[in-house]
């Protein structure tokens, strides 16, 4: 069953020492490559889009299989699909430090993320841990501000990547999927934090 985006993480909130890697750097994911027009509704991204997305597409069956997508359901995922990049990524690899500027938005195919935010006015530091089927990276990328946390890979991770470049390639190509793409990000954003603030 799926899980909708609200329960996508599980905030904890812990007083930190340390614990992130000593090196000064963030991971460079490799540039994403240009879509491709061949598409195989079993490979992913496709069916991680699905998970993820799945709850707030509209015009869809309650089966949730990529077969049984409506068209217009159908045809966003696939032309948004080629945007993402594969990219494997090591436990305890740090994928950006806060106020680093941001380089795309990602999907968590399998493995977990664990951001850390830092707040002058706070005494604890907050953490949060993204698991499968879960977005990380999507409001800075999507405000292209600079990142609100710090963000470290908890376990050896499967992720995909949709970096700047690609979601301008997105909007110039398919600005209608863009636009979809986008407004489904926020929403999921806002659900996710209502829920988050449910919890305290």
């Known amino acids: 069953?799926?899980?909708?985006?609200?329960?996508?993480?599980?905030?904890?909130?812990?007083?930190?020492?340390?614990?992130?890697?000593?090196?000064?750097?963030?991971?460079?994911?490799?540039?994403?490559?240009?879509?491709?027009?061949?598409?195989?509704?079993?490979?992913?991204?496709?069916?991680?889009?699905?998970?993820?997305?799945?709850?707030?597409?509209?015009?869809?069956?309650s089966t949730l299989s990529l077969p049984s997508l409506s068209d217009e359901s159908y045809d966003f995922l696939t032309d948004l699909a080629p945007f993402f990049t594969r990219i494997e990524v090591s436990s305890n690899t740090v994928l950006w430090r806060q106020s680093d500027s941001p380089d795309g938005l990602y999907l968590i195919e399998s493995g977990s993320l664990r951001a850390t935010y830092s707040y002058d006015n706070h005494t604890r530091e907050v953490q949060e841990t993204m698991v499968a089927g879960t977005i990380a990276g999507d409001l800075s990328t999507l405000s292209n501000t600079a990142r609100n946390a710090t963000t470290v890979a908890e376990r050896?991770?499967?992720?995909?990547?949709?970096?700047?470049?690609?979601?301008?390639?997105?909007?110039?190509?398919?600005?209608?999927?863009?636009?979809?793409?986008?407004?489904?990000?926020?929403?999921?954003?806002?659900?996710?934090?209502?829920?988050?603030?449910?919890?305290?």
């Open 1 to 61: 069953m799926l899980k909708p985006v609200a329960t996508r993480c599980q905030t904890v909130r812990l007083a930190m020492k340390s614990g992130f890697p000593p090196d000064n750097t963030a991971y460079q994911a490799p540039a994403s490559p240009s879509p491709s027009a061949d598409t195989d509704h079993n490979a992913q991204p496709l069916p991680l889009l699905l998970q993820t997305l799945g709850p707030y597409l509209a015009n869809m069956t």
């Open 156 to 200: 050896d991770c499967v992720l995909w990547r949709i970096d700047l470049e690609a979601l301008e390639r997105l909007e110039k190509e398919h600005p209608a999927t863009a636009r979809r793409f986008t407004r489904i990000v926020l929403k999921g954003m806002s659900i996710a934090h209502m829920s988050v603030r449910a919890d305290v």
